[in-house]
Structure formats: C-alpha cells, structure tokens
C-alpha cells in the first residue's frame, strides 16, 4: 500500500485517479504489488496484456531485438514493420497500414485519412465525420472532439470542427447520413468500452454500412479496444459479416509493448502518399517486433480458441450470478472476454470490494463492471474470479 505522504511526494501530474497499490510484477493473469501481495489481474492493464503479463514468446523476441536495433526511423526500410504490416493484412481484409504508438493516434490517422480522402478525392473542402454517443476514441485534440461525450471534452474549447455526433445503435438516426453530401467517414467501435460495453446491433451495423457504401462513405471502425482477440476473433468486425474502410488498433498488438496501427483498404488510402503522413516512433523496430511475435503467439497457441471458450464459460458463470442477485445485476453484455456487468449501484463499489480481495476489475462508466482477463486465462482462475465476485455481491 502506498501511504498518503508517498502520494504527496509524487511528482507526477494529477491527471489519474489512482488506486492505492504500486504496482511492481506481472506474469500470466497475476500482478504484484511493492508489499508481495498478488492480485488476479482481470483487467489485462486496459485489454492490452491479452497474452498476460510478460509473455515468454514476446519477451524472447524484444530481447533479442534489443541486442541489434531500437530505432533507425522511418527514412529507411524496417523488416519487422514490413512482416508485421504483411502478418496483419494477411489476417484481415485490408490491403495496407500506417504504424504510430497509440490508440489515440490511430484514429488521428483515420480522421486524417478520411479528410484525405474527402478533400482530395471526393473534393469536398468543409468535411465532416459522424460519430457516436458513449463512444471513446481517445485524448488528443482530434480524437476527444471525436468522442461524443461531455465529461472527456469539458474544458477543452475551442473543440476540432468537422464532427458530428449521431446517437448509437439508432436505426433512424442514419437517415442524416444518406441526406448529407458532406460526411466523408464514420467513425465507430463495434463494442463500445469505456461507454458502457455496448455491443453494436447487428441489424444497425448492416444498414450503416450499406448506407455508406451506396454514398462512398468511409466506414471506420475503433477496434483499439475490442481488437487482438478480445471477442473471440481477432477483429470484432468479422463477426458482423462486413469489411470496414478502415480499422484502428493498438492496446493489445504490442502485448503491452506501446503500439498503435491503422488499416487500410487501398481504396481508402488513395489521398495518403509520401509526405502526407508520419510519426518518429511509428512502427519502431522494438514495437513491430513486439507486434510480430504477439500475432505468431496467436497462431501457434491457438489463443483465438482459448479465447472462446474462455468467454463462453466466463459469460455462462456470470449470468448465473446475475440470476442470483437480481437486485444487484441488471444484465450481462459484451462478446468475448470483453464483458460488463450493468449494476444498480455504483460500479466502483464493486470494484474497490473486488480488489480488497485481490481481484482486479475496471469500471465502464458509473453503473457499468468492466471484466478484461488475459484471453489466456483458464476455468480455475474464471472459478475463483466468480466465487470471490459471489461473496463481494452477497456483502454489497
Ligand atoms: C483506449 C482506447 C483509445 C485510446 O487509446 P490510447 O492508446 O489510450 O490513446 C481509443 N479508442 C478506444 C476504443 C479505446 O478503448
């Protein structure tokens, strides 16, 4: 535990809410504190440790590449951007990517791109860019004017023009985009996370995409969450039966190595040409390295299946809690291990009581239970996680 004189002391930026634990191990699904305390880690460090913590395959892979090469900058060819641009284009149904280092700044691209593409393609000047209520898209300038929500965007006026924000999941909300002939791109996540774990409607998703295809708008979709396996396949968007645009990823590529991409189909891309677009950082060797031996991780230990039936079985438990505390839990939402506990009370009740039995969960908003485990986590530890949150919820 930290004491209130360390917290004094620190030097760093309030700009967090922080629990009170240091934080000083990690491996599999457990951390460890400064006191040697260890805590099942069902948060996954914000779905990004989706291998768990210091995977070996990972940690072999950045330590030899540390031995040869951290940077050289994108002037010259880097074979690990190359095979991890190659492994991720293979995988899904686009044809190129664009490498910075974070979430945040793969949808800075995508904003860029799709401005691209309306000004130099389309040829419209004043663009605009749909997005959605309860949505997260991250913290600079461009992509919180993109989130359309209050409290991420209160006190940063004069906010970006050329967004417009419809409301999620709104059949009828999207006759806007047919009637407007300035939208160049949606911007979506296809489950939301910080929002609230709201899986988009199938039905919904269909008719936005057709919309958009019969008035080339650029469909986007914000998988830096619900990516890399968090649902149950390696993308969120396969299991809509669509292609996107245009994808975003980053938490969990790099397996905790800070990553940010952004995939494209060449079609969508045709605006971005040499000198429209960089980042100093962006596909580094150590972090394409980390990205590349993250997805070969995924094949050979079949972490997609592993991911599956640890989500069924996570879900399966969950819902038979809810049947037992009615009062408590109002419903079970998600896909994968990308999952929500909606709460008549407060959340961060639930939370602070879990960890006090040295269980880690998130929030998702005030009524919403976050639960992140590693996607390699396995029924004994999802049999301890539901018996301590039975015994949190018959104290609540
Ligand atoms: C976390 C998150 C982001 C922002 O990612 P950063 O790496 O923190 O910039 C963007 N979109 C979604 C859906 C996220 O969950």
Redesign the pocket.
Known sequence: MLDSQTSLLSSVMPTYKRFPIEMKKGKGSYVWDADGTKYLDFTSG??TCNLGHVPDSVKEAVSEQLENLWHCSNLYHIPSQEKLAHLLTEKTCFDQVFFCN????A?EAAIKLARRYANKIKGIKDPTIVTFTHS????TLG?LTATAQKKIQDGFSPLMPGFTYLPYNDLDALSYLAHNNHCAAVLL?LVQ??GGVIPADQEWVNELHQICKDNDILFMV?E??SGVGRTGTLYAYEQYGIEPDVLTS??GLGSGFPI?AMLAKSAAAKGFEPGSHGSTFGGNPLATTAGVATLETFDKEDILSKSIENGNYLSEQLSELKDKYKKLIISVRGKGLLLGLETAIPAADVVTKMREHQVLILTAGEKVARILPPLTTNKEEIDTFIQTMDLVLSQL
């Open positions: 914000i779905a974070s979430g945040a700044e949808n997260f898209h991250g913290r992509t996540e996370g910080e914000d830096v969450q980053a938490k940010g």
